[in-house]
């Protein structure tokens, strides 16, 4: 997980560059002063992929937003 990028997409580049695939990479605001699940707001120009079936700036796959909720939650207090 990057955070406190200018842009996601400036975040989504180091990912890759550190050997993460841009598949698995999700962009994402996170607001720490909210409790769970209001915290994750999944809205990110990143998302927008037809080739993986995301056609909005949102996540569209419950269980992908799922899974980046269990990762916040580990990684964020």
């Known amino acids: 997980m990057a955070v406190d990028g200018e842009l ?12 993460s695939r841009q598949k698995d990479l ?7 002063d ?4 209001d915290r994750v707001e ?4 990143i998302n ?3 080739s993986q079936g995301n056609t909005s700036r ?3 796959d ?9 990762i916040v939650e580990g990684l964020v207090k």
Not at 8 to 19: F, N, P, R, T, V
Not at 62 to 70: D, N, T, V, Y
């Open 8 to 19: 996601h997409a400036d975040e989504e580049a180091l990912l890759i560059e550190s050997g």
């Open 26 to 32: 999700w962009g994402i605001n996170i607001y720490p």
């Open 34 to 37: 909210l409790e769970m699940p």
């Open 42 to 45: 999944y809205d990110s120009v």
């Open 48 to 50: 927008i992929r037809p």
């Open 58 to 60: 949102g996540i569209d």
């Open 62 to 70: 419950p269980k992908i937003r799922e899974k980046i909720l269990k």
